[in-house]
């Protein structure tokens, strides 16, 4: 009975060469599609995780329609930044600012006194020092430096506006290790845009009232959210 099913099969092969290849390629085909869809899919979540790691035990609040996979693209306005600081269970806010700048990368603006919110703070700097407030400073995240072959000292004209290179980050493992840091202020010039901000990240008194937080902001406020 074996033998009958393997002429048949040897048959079946001989007479529909090309379809059987084909099937056989089509089912290849397809096993690598999703091997490579499931580790673009896995680079993303990876990705995502990273950043809200980096954001845990903090309050992120942002444009009501945006959402984490987007958070880069969100505008309220500055003044959200006073508010929140009102809120019961808040101790501390940094307003933050960040534009994709065509050819540059992503410009991260924020306060240098906020920068405990800032996962560089942790792990130091490889030259250099941060950006002072409004003077036009840039500190550039480690892949940054590495692809730009800028280093400190060094100018870096950004929209028609010279800025100093004062520092570079250590490697973090982050996506910030690709961004470009400097005051909120200046951010803002380069965005354009000098009364909206991208995002205000909260510090709660306590940590585990992160939630209770979020939900308060959530249910207080229309165009921002939590």
Do not use: C, W
């Not at 269970?89 to 800032?118: K, S, Y």
């Amino acid at each position: 009975e074996a033998k009958m099913i393997g002429d048949l099969i040897k048959t079946e092969f001989e007479q529909h060469k090309l379809r059987t290849i084909l099937t056989i390629t089509g089912v290849v085909i397809g096993i690598f599609l999703l091997s490579t869809l499931a580790s673009f899919t896995a680079g993303i979540q990876s990705n995502i995780n990273e950043d809200l790691s980096t954001l845990s035990g903090l309050v992120t609040v942002v444009d009501h329609d945006i959402s984490f996979l987007n958070y880069q693209t969100s505008e309220i306005d500055e003044d959200y930044a006073d508010e929140l600081k009102r809120v019961k269970g808040v101790e501390a806010v940094a307003p933050i600012r960040m534009t994709e700048v065509a050819g540059v990368g992503l410009i991260i603006g924020f306060e240098p006194e906020d920068v405990d919110f800032f996962p560089g703070a942790v792990v130091g700097y490889e030259k250099g020092r941060l950006f002072e407030d409004n003077a036009r400073e840039l500190t550039l995240g480690y892949t940054t430096a590495e692809r730009t072959g800028l280093t400190v000292g060094d100018v870096y004209r950004i929209r028609g506006i010279d800025y100093e290179i004062v520092g570079i980050f250590k490697k973090m493992g982050t996506t910030d290790d690709a961004s470009i840091l400097t005051s909120l202020e200046d951010a803002k010039k380069i965005a354009g845009k000098a009364d909206k901000i991208s995002m205000v990240m909260l510090r709660p008194e306590d940590i585990g009232n992160a939630e209770e937080i979020a939900e308060r902001i959530n249910d207080e406020y229309d165009d921002i959210g939590a």
